[in-house]
């Protein structure tokens, strides 16, 4: 059975980009983002890590350890590095795991072998400071991921962590956002004494808090 929301994510510990990584020490008390790509060299890939290594002020400004997965070995992450500054601005900044044996992508059921029983899909899973699973997305090899909405997603855990609220449909951080059922009209005063908007006795909504 494949990992889901609300489950521990599995420790492992694997050669990378930099050095020998235990999972759990890496992510020790940080949010964080586990994500695999199916193959070196190929051209969806390359945009994609050059895209997430110029994310990562955005990755330290909401505090989370980013880590790839590629089932390549070392010796081919570093020339590849090379090829993605060169074409897309930014070289890897993040640590690249080389799963060669495969070991932490069927931990975490990257590969779908109806897919391809070699390469992992692009998988991601972002993991909250408790360890939990809070995101899982899987994306076929031909499909580019959207890295800006990783961090919408991010940026909506991390509010629901904090303050009880959920974001609605399209939020972008700084929209309003809603008051979850759970907190009752009574209890949402002291929260919000500037008050909110009840749409519905279910749909309140309320500005972002700070
Ligand atoms: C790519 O990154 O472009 C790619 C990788 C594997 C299969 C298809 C495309």
Avoid at 27 to 48: M, Q, R, Y
Avoid at 68 to 75: I, R
Avoid at 85 to 105: C, H, K, W, Y
Avoid at 154 to 179: F, M, R
Wanted: aromatic fraction near 10%; glycine fraction near 6%.
């Amino acid at each position: 059975m494949s990992l889901q929301i609300g489950d521990i994510a599995p420790d492992f510990t694997a050669e990378t980009t930099e050095g020998k990584i235990n999972f759990y020490d890496y992510i020790d008390g940080h949010w964080a983002v586990l994500f695999s790509h199916p193959k070196n060299f190929t051209p969806v890939c390359t945009t994609e890590l050059g895209y997430t290594a110029r994310l990562k002020p955005e990755f330290e400004k909401r505090d989370v350890k980013v880590l790839g997965l590629s089932v390549d070995q070392l010796a081919a992450h570093e020339p590849w590095s090379k090829d993605i500054e060169e074409t897309q601005g930014t070289a890897l900044n993040f640590p690249l795991i080389a799963d060669t044996d495969r070991t932490v992508s069927n931990l975490y059921g990257m590969i779908h072998p109806n897919a391809s029983d070699t390469f992992t899909v692009r998988s991601v899973f972002v993991i909250g400071p408790d360890k939990k699973v809070k995101l899982t997305l899987n994306y076929p090899a031909s499909t580019g991921r959207n890295f800006d909405e990783i961090i919408r997603v991010i940026d909506s855990l991390q509010l629901t962590a904090k303050h009880q609220v959920a974001t609605p449909v399209n939020w972008k951080n700084g929209e309003d956002v809603i008051i979850v059922p759970a907190v009752s009209d009574e209890a949402a005063k002291e929260k919000y004494p500037e008050g909110w908007k009840t749409l519905k006795p279910y749909l309140r909504v309320v500005a972002q808090p700070k």
